[in-house]
Structure formats: C-alpha cells, structure tokens
C-alpha cells in the first residue's frame, strides 16, 4: 500500500447549503484530459510547461461566433486577428472556417501571405505601414485602414505611383461610452477629423473608399458601447451616400469582445458576466439593419474579434517545482511557467486546475512562476488544493496574446501542441534550445580570446 502525503490539519469554515457571506465551497475539479488525450501523457511526451490548443474547440466557437451574426445579418465576414495569436496552424484553422486575416504590420502581413491568404482578402491596419509596406498592400489589392493623415499623404503618393487604386478606409476613434476612450488611433468622429479625412478621399481620383472602420477598445464587457458605435458608423456611412452618392463597400466593427476569463478585481467570474455572442450581435445587428442604408447596398458587417474566438481553446500545463510557506504562514505553490510564458497573468486571474486527482483540502494560495523576479507572480490569493512538488496542473483560457506577447526570459520558450479533431497531437512550435539564440548571434572575434 502506498503511504498517502501528509496534509497539515487546517482550521476551516465549512459551507454547506445556501450560500453565506463566505460564500460556496470551492471544489477544484481535476483536468485530467483535453480532447480525450491524458494532460500526463502530454506532459511526459512533449515536456513541461506545455502549451495545448484544442482544434475542435476552435472550429466549435468560431462556428458559434459565426452563427451568432450571420442568422441575424445578411452578409457577415469575420477577419482573424494575427496578432491575438499568430501560430501558423492556428491561423489557418480559421481561415479554412472562412475568415480572412487581419494584421498591423509588414511583418504580420507577409505572415498571412505566406499561410496562403490572398491579397484581397488581407485587411491592413495599424499605425505604423512602411512605404514598402502600402506598395506590398496596394500591388496585391488589400484593404488599407488609414490610421492618421501622415499615413494618408503617404498612400497617395504611393497611389499615383501604381497601376492599381488602392482601395482604402478610415479607423474612427469616438466616444462609445468607454473610459477611458481609446483615441489614440484613427480619426476622431466628434470633432470632425473623421468627415475631414472622408473628404479629402473622396476628392482624391487616386484612391478608392471600400470601407469605414473602428475598434473601440478591448475586453468590453457591455454591449452598449457597440450599440453607440454601430449608429454612429451607420450615420457616417448614410451621410456619405446622401452627400457624395457614394455607397460603401463594408463596415469593420473591429474587435473587443471579452472572453470568459476573470478579470483581476473581478467581483464575479467571467464566465458568468461576458456576453455571449449572441448579445453582441443583436447590439450590433439591429442598429445597422434600421439605419437608412439604400436596399441595394447593405454593406458587408465584418468584425475582428480574437480573444473570444481563441481563449477558450488554449491550455497551459505544466508541474508544480516547489511549494513553500511565505513571511506571513501564507502557503505558495511556484510552477515551471511564469509571467514571461502567461502575460496574460497580468491582467487575468487565471483559472488554474490540478491535472489529477487531488484531496478537497483546500488552503488560501499564492501561485508564483519560477522566473527570478518579485513580480512573477500568476495567481496573487486563491483557494487552492495543496499540490505537492511534481503534481500537474493546467491553467485554462490562455490561447489569446500569450504566443505572442510571450518572451525568451530566463527560461526557453515551450513546444506548442495542437490536438485534432481526430485526438491526433502535433508540434506547431518546437521548443528553443539554446541553438536557437545562438544561431541569431554572433561575437566579435577579439571577444573569443580568454586570457
């Protein structure tokens, strides 16, 4: 018989029944498997930390994404946005499920190039576009989002300079009752920068005005931001075919849609208080179906959202290196990925499960990652189960922005696994060694001279 761990008694208040002002007894259900293959034997075949995407899950929420907007308007194109998470295998999924891409550089734009996107299905924003970037965007016929005038000056000189007319929109930036508002991108719509930069387009032979675009922020947990946006873009767009005779082509709705993780401050879960996409829609949806859009032209809805379309589909697992009590008796648990692999851990407190079965006791928690850094900390306090040294976890909902925004610090950066939909595993991102940082730098050769 095996001798069973030793658990330091604990003096605890117990909650049975309705809840009090302790709220509900905290039960840490184990995730023991994703998709049918065991977190262990992922552990053990591809090591540890380990980041996991779920294909089905991905295909499943876009589908959901999908439904939500298209049963409601006739005419909806959804747009992948690479920098939510731009691992080869991840984009294309989502464009075999019909989405275009969305990129904010040159180099994202070479990125979707080279996974098979075409030209024109290719939406280029952000503020920064080289002048080789516009001729690379305007040679293959993408569409252009100016995001200030600088850019605009720019683009025409480029355009007189092709065969081929750049088609164009504009990124609005407005007061959507958001604080605080982001207008640091795009034209203002209450001042009049945005009808400035209209006309001025529009009085150019040399562009080609497509679309109108905004992005009104991020992690928006009410609908009625996007109920105020959707108006005042709808009224732009009347207004220019009531003034110029001109209909356009689209209306970006841009991103923004929370996921369900929790917010750090959260008074309640995430997944309790996000809307689902069926909310969104019906925001968005109504207000353009009621403006006075000409039948004829009712323009293509296409919305950019990432982080709700592949949160909930990436896993983080990994093995527990240490536990420890702190200054204060408060215990901490210190895991093998910290901030540099989860930042996102800065702005979430993540949902973090044992990979097998535990006991129900319990402990008030600090979750360190092992980076030499104070503030390498994922979880700051939560009731968790008391793992031991070598015990698995898995931190749920990290696919947004971690493969990304995620840095070489300290330690090397993990293998990325993608599970099928047929439970079959594959590496989409090898782990680095240190070939891999070596290989990008090189020494100046009095330096290799010891003395």
Same mark, same amino acid.
């Given at each position: 018989?095996?001798?069973?761990?030793?658990?330091?008694?604990?003096?605890?208040?117990?909650?049975?029944?309705?809840? +009090?002002?302790? @709220?509900?007894?905290? %039960?840490?259900?184990? !995730?023991? /498997?994703?998709? @049918?293959?065991?977190?262990?034997?992922?552990?053990? *075949?591809?090591?540890?930390? =380990?980041?996991?995407?779920?294909?089905?899950?991905?295909?499943?929420? #876009?589908?959901?994404?999908?439904?939500?907007?298209?049963?409601?308007?006739?005419?909806? =194109?959804?747009?992948?946005?690479?920098?939510?998470?731009? =691992?080869?295998?991840?984009?294309?999924? #989502?464009?075999? /499920? @019909?989405?275009?891409?969305?990129?904010?550089?040159?180099?994202?734009?070479?990125?979707?190039?080279?996974?098979?996107?075409?030209?024109?299905?290719?939406?280029?924003?952000?503020?920064?576009? +080289? %002048?080789?970037? &516009?001729?690379?965007?305007?040679?293959?016929?993408?569409?252009?989002?100016?995001?200030?005038?600088?850019? &605009?000056?720019?683009? !025409?000189?480029?355009?007189?300079?092709?065969?081929?007319?750049?088609?164009?929109?504009? *990124?609005?930036?407005?007061?959507?009752?958001?604080?605080?508002?982001?207008?640091?991108?795009?034209?203002?719509?209450?001042?009049?920068?945005?009808?400035?930069?209209?006309?001025?387009?529009?009085?150019?032979?040399?562009?080609?005005?497509?679309?109108?675009?905004?992005?009104?922020?991020?992690?928006?947990?009410?609908?009625?931001?996007?109920?105020?946006?959707?108006?005042?873009?709808? /009224?732009?767009?009347?207004?220019?075919? *009531?003034?110029?005779?001109?209909? !356009? *082509?689209?209306?970006?709705?841009?991103? @923004?849609?929370?996921?369900?993780?929790?917010?750090?401050?959260?008074?309640?879960?995430? +997944?309790?208080?996000?809307?689902?996409?069926?909310?969104?829609?019906?925001?968005?949806? +109504?207000?353009?179906?009621?403006?006075?859009?000409?039948?004829?032209?009712?323009?293509?809805?296409? $919305?950019?959202?990432?982080?709700?379309? !592949?949160?909930?589909?990436?896993?983080?697992?990994?093995?527990?290196?240490?536990?420890? %009590?702190?200054?204060?008796?408060?215990?901490?648990?210190?895991?093998?990925?910290?901030?540099?692999?989860?930042?996102?851990?800065?702005?979430?407190?993540?949902?973090?499960?044992?990979?097998?079965?535990?006991?129900?006791?319990?402990? /008030?928690?600090?979750?360190?990652?092992?980076?030499?850094?104070?503030?390498?900390?994922?979880?700051?306090?939560?009731?968790?189960?008391? =793992?031991?040294?070598?015990?698995?976890?898995?931190?749920?909902?990290?696919?947004?922005?971690?493969?990304?925004?995620? &840095?070489?610090?300290?330690?090397?950066?993990?293998?990325?696994?993608?599970?099928?939909?047929?439970?079959?595993?594959?590496?989409?991102? %090898?782990?680095?060694? &240190?070939?891999? $940082?070596?290989?990008?730098?090189?020494?100046?050769?009095?330096?290799?001279?010891?003395?």
């Amino acid at each position: 018989m095996d001798k069973k761990p030793f658990e330091r008694p604990v003096i605890k208040k117990l909650n049975a029944g309705m809840p +009090s002002k302790f @709220g509900l007894q905290v %039960r840490h259900e184990p !995730i023991t /498997e994703i998709d @049918g293959v065991p977190v262990s034997s992922l552990l053990e *075949r591809y090591g540890s930390p =380990l980041f996991i995407y779920s294909e089905k899950t991905i295909r499943s929420t #876009f589908r959901e994404a999908f439904r939500a907007f298209s049963s409601r308007y006739p005419n909806v =194109l959804f747009s992948w946005s690479y920098k939510t998470n731009y =691992l080869n295998a991840i984009c294309k999924i #989502f464009h075999q /499920e @019909g989405s275009w891409a969305e990129v904010v550089s040159g180099f994202e734009y070479k990125k979707a190039l080279e996974n098979g996107v075409k030209g024109d299905r290719i939406i280029f924003n952000g503020p920064d576009k +080289s %002048r080789a970037d &516009l001729q690379l965007a305007v040679k293959n016929g993408s569409l252009i989002h100016i995001d200030h005038f600088d850019e &605009l000056y720019e683009l !025409i000189e480029v355009a007189k300079e092709s065969d081929a007319k750049p088609n164009v929109a504009i *990124r609005i930036n407005m007061d959507a009752g958001i604080y605080p508002a982001w207008d640091r991108f795009g034209f203002n719509y209450e001042n009049g920068e945005a009808w400035d930069a209209l006309n001025r387009i529009m009085h150019c032979e040399n562009l080609e005005l497509a679309g109108l675009h905004t992005h009104i922020g991020t992690y928006i947990m009410s609908t009625e931001p996007y109920r105020i946006a959707a108006t005042k873009m709808a /009224e732009l767009a009347v207004g220019l075919e *009531r003034k110029f005779h001109h209909h !356009i *082509r689209y209306i970006d709705i841009g991103g @923004g849609f929370a996921s369900k993780n929790t917010l750090k401050g959260g008074y309640y879960p995430g +997944s309790d208080t996000t809307p689902s996409f069926e909310d969104y829609a019906e925001a968005i949806v +109504s207000v353009l179906m009621k403006a006075d859009f000409h039948p004829d032209h009712l323009p293509l809805l296409i $919305l950019e959202t990432g982080r709700a379309l !592949i949160d909930d589909a990436g896993y983080l697992a990994g093995t527990v290196v240490a536990t420890k %009590r702190l200054a204060d008796g408060q215990r901490a648990s210190i895991l093998d990925a910290g901030v540099n692999l989860l930042f996102t851990s800065f702005w979430y407190d993540h949902d973090i499960r044992p990979a097998k079965p535990v006991s129900d006791q319990t402990e /008030e928690t600090a979750i360190f990652g092992p980076l030499c850094m104070n503030i390498d900390v994922i979880r700051k306090s939560t009731i968790f189960p008391l =793992l031991k040294k070598g015990d698995p976890y898995v931190i749920r909902r990290v696919g947004a922005y971690n493969n990304t925004q995620w &840095l070489q610090f300290i330690t090397l950066r993990p293998n990325v696994v993608l599970i099928d939909n047929s439970s079959q595993v594959h590496v989409i991102r %090898r782990e680095e060694t &240190l070939e891999t $940082l070596n290989d990008l730098e090189s020494t100046p050769e009095h330096l290799n001279v010891h003395k």
